[in-house]
């Protein structure tokens, strides 16, 4: 079983930057895609961005450009380094990973962007 720790989350000013990390530990061998989602107050979970070890990384439209994952395998650690964020970035953000035919979820860590 995966277990998943988010960090990095915080209070920040309107054109301001923010890096989330997420730690797996336990049965790590072979995760595959691990993604960031975000959920807004009142709002649905949505994807942000995914990477695949030694691929691509893709993105959901409105972070292009401002949004960049990353993923160390020898930390089992994937981060969100998230800049240029707008008010509208604010949300609980949570970490995923695929393992085994099953997605793991982090308990999330909370973003806010406000002046």
């Known amino acids: 079983q995966v277990q998943l720790v988010e960090s990095g989350g915080g209070l920040v000013q309107p054109g301001g930057s923010l890096r989330l990390s997420c730690a797996a530990s336990?049965?790590?061998?072979?995760?595959?895609?691990m993604a960031w989602y975000r959920q807004a107050p009142g709002k649905q979970r949505e994807f942000v961005a995914a990477?695949?070890?030694?691929?691509?990384?893709n993105y959901v439209d409105s972070v292009k450009g401002r949004f960049t994952i990353s993923r160390d395998n020898a930390k089992n650690t994937v981060y969100l380094q998230m800049n240029s964020l707008k008010p509208e970035d604010t949300a609980d953000y949570y970490c995923?990973?695929?393992?085994?035919?099953?997605?793991?979820w982090g308990q999330g860590t909370q973003v806010t962007v406000s002046s």
């Open positions: 995923t990973a695929a393992q085994g035919g099953e997605i793991y």
């Open positions: 336990g049965g790590i061998f072979s995760i595959g895609v």
């Open positions: 990477i695949r070890s030694g691929g691509r990384p």
